[in-house]
């Protein structure tokens, strides 16, 4: 069995770790809207069918 450990980011030091920290915080938040809709009406169209049919 493989065991992972999770890097520090906080442990980067030097050009490298100021490029990945900057990339960090230029990346723009995610938008689920579009795929909270999706599962909504997915969870409505499976509880209709099931009112339909029992």
Known sequence: ???Y???NMAN???KLGRE???A???TPLSDHSKL???AEEGIKS???ERKRDG
Request: net charge positive; hydrophobic share 50%.
């Open 1 to 3: 069995m493989f065991t």
């Open 5 to 7: 450990y999770k890097p």
């Open 12 to 14: 980067l030091k030097g």
């Open 20 to 22: 990945i920290m900057a």
């Open 24 to 26: 960090i915080r230029d």
């Open 36 to 38: 909270n809709r999706l």
């Open 46 to 48: 499976v509880l209709a």
